[in-house]
């Protein structure tokens, strides 16, 4: 069964900094790219960023680069975002997610979700 663990989450003020890490279990993880994926209050999936299971190629949605980067450790089975310079419209319950294939730049390219973490971005 496909697991995906999120943690890291909290309560930030505007320019601060998270890191949030996302553990895998269930299927073989150096296999796959990853990505994480953002709902904000009232609104759609938003897809952040992307990583190749190699770890390399890594891809943002213009609204976090620059900010966020993305990473991956294949030996701990564990996807990282360290999220950078936070705004408020960065609050949003952030989504680890299994990518069916390379780039994947869509909510609807992931099949597997971890159950979120919440971010907020607020003085």
């Known amino acids: 069964e496909v697991q995906l663990v999120e943690s890291g989450g909290g309560l930030v003020q505007p320019g601060g900094s998270l890191r949030l890490s996302c553990v895998a279990s269930?299927?073989?993880?150096?296999?796959?790219?990853m990505g994480w994926v953002r709902q904000a209050p009232g609104k759609g999936l938003e897809w952040v960023s992307g990583i190749s299971n190699g770890g390399g190629s890594p891809t943002y949605a213009d609204s976090v680069k620059g900010r966020f980067t993305i990473s991956r450790d294949n030996a701990k089975n564990t996807l990282y975002l360290q999220m950078n310079s936070l705004k408020p419209e960065d609050t949003a319950v952030y989504y680890c997610a299994k990518a069916k294939w390379y780039p994947a730049v869509g909510a609807d390219e992931y099949d597997y979700w971890g159950q979120g973490t919440q971010v907020t971005a607020s003085s």
């Open positions: 269930g299927f073989t993880f150096s296999l796959y790219a």
